[in-house]
């Protein structure tokens, strides 16, 4: 093998090995405009796109002990690593792009927690609320309890005091006349 080409399987399993999860997507419909606002739009979260050759993937991916079937790879190939993202939200970052754009990019598969998915998988995984969105979800399951304890004890406090007032009220020198 040549040296770039090997200086490139290096940098793509590399890239596999220090990610983890990435996203395999074919881009045939992708003009040189729109894929650099995506590549921006990617690394504006915290990932990174990288185009390579099929047989680099295929030879990149066995290396890192990952492996892909060649023939659920229809024309040209990419990948979009999460690197310090979220992976769910790069993965929603691709779907809603391609819907952006009409469909210029297909999600063929991709690698979560060491298990590949196939497109239809991730695209599941993409609907699914990111780690933010699911903190807050967590957090608000645990504040109604106390808010609504809080809300009782705001009412039995103010009960208290409207009686009191409704005692008042009746027992002074104006409402005895």
Known sequence: MRQDKQLLLDEVKGQIDDSGTFVIMS?????????????????????????????????????????????????????????????????????????????????????????????????KLSKLPSKDEMRAQFLSVLEAPMSQTLAVMEAVMSSVIYCLDNKVKLESPENKE
Do not use: W
Request: charged letters at 25%; zero cysteines; proline letters at 2%.
């Open 27 to 123: 881009y045939s419909k992708l003009t040189a405009n729109t894929a650099n606002s995506f590549r921006r739009g990617v690394q504006k979260l915290g990932g990174g796109v990288e185009v390579v050759r099929k047989r680099v993937l295929m030879k990149a991916a066995e290396a890192a002990g990952v492996q892909l079937n060649l023939a659920d790879m229809p024309g040209h190939i990419g990948l979009v690593f999460a690197r310090q993202a979220d992976p769910i939200t790069v993965t929603k970052y691709v779907f809603d792009f391609s819907k952006s754009e009409g469909n210029a990019l297909a999600v063929v598969g991709g690698r979560f927690e060491g298990k590949l998915y196939t497109g239809a998988d991730v695209e």
